[in-house]
């Protein structure tokens, strides 16, 4: 953590972010580093021997999800009969990516 205490890596930092930084900008992100720092510390104190990993921080069962149910469906037909231009099924769009 010690490289990111330094104004010149947080100015590129910064930098590769496209921030323009002002030095008493600089100053109080370091000092935030520096209590972030130190919180990360008090983390690494804490007795984790024994616990097993978690995705989520707590458990909890999904009961919000239904069965999904088929209603109005539309034929493919239908669905593409307003689209300018289609190919087996699929709506034909400019190409946007080179």
């Known amino acids: 953590m010690t490289e990111i205490k330094s ?25 935030e580093f520096v209590i972030l720092d130190k919180q990360m510390e008090l983390l690494n104190e804490v007795d984790t ?6 995705v989520y921080p707590f458990e909890m ?12 469906v539309l034929s493919e037909e239908d669905a593409l009969k307003n689209a300018a231009k289609t190919r087996n099924g699929h709506v034909l769009v ?3 990516v080179r």
């Open 94 to 96: 400019p190409k946007v």
């Open 49 to 54: 021997e024994g616990v097993e990993p978690m």
């Open 7 to 31: 104004k010149e890596y947080i100015r590129h930092l910064a930098h590769q972010c496209m921030f323009d930084c002002s030095d008493e900008e600089l100053s109080a992100i370091q000092e």
């Open 61 to 72: 069962e999904t009961t919000f999800l239904r069965e999904d149910v088929v209603e109005n």
